[in-house]
């Protein structure tokens, strides 16, 4: 059974989200500050966290921001729930390493729905056989990227998009058509969701100059190619 971990200091919204999860079949630890959600996440680490935004003392996006460093954390998957409704502070969210965001208020379905959803596309198999380009190394199995020895922290979404980009080289896919191959079809995720992780992807793999592979071909999509 799936562990999730709700982060969230409004008792109220604990409770709900609580319900909704037992409802699911889900169980679920909540924490009601950064500082606690780092010591459950120590002692028993979820298969993923449902963080809200607006936390007391440490917020959820600086707690975002240090599960990401840190290799044993970088790829927790996570939702972050929030009220702002503004596209820069969703698209903002999503840049610091969050797997998708869920606007307050939400009703209990969509929180299942967006819940489950993250689960299938970081956890469902994938091919097993290491890929190489360059200097570039992907390992499904270990879940590692490495660039010329050294090994790069990737967030579960950017993970499964490298994979999909090496897996397909050299091959133009629109945005809608990344949403479909990497987050699945049938999912509502916004096409800008796409941009995002594209730029978190090329920091990435800025260290070594890898990001060159992520090509932006004009009214048309991304590529992965080594070639110019």
Partial sequence: ???ILVVEDECAIRDMIGFALKQAGLQYEESADAEDAL?????NPPDLILLDWMLPGMSGADLVRRLRSEEITAGLPIIMLTARV?????V???E???DDYITKPFSPR???A???AVLRRTQEPVDEQPIKFAGLSLDPVGHRVQTDGETLKLAPTEFRLLHFFMSNPDRVYSREQLLDRVWGRGIYVEERTVDVHIRRLRKALASR???RFIQTVRGAGYRFSTGA
């Fill in 110 to 112: 969509e929180l299942i």
């Fill in 114 to 116: 967006r819940i489950n």
């Fill in 96 to 98: 610091l390493g969050a």
């Fill in 209 to 211: 100059a890898y990001d």
């Fill in 39 to 43: 010591v459950a996440i120590a002692s």
């Fill in 92 to 94: 903002h969210g999503l």
């Fill in 86 to 90: 503004e596209e820069n502070d969703r």
């Fill in 1 to 3: 059974m799936k562990q």
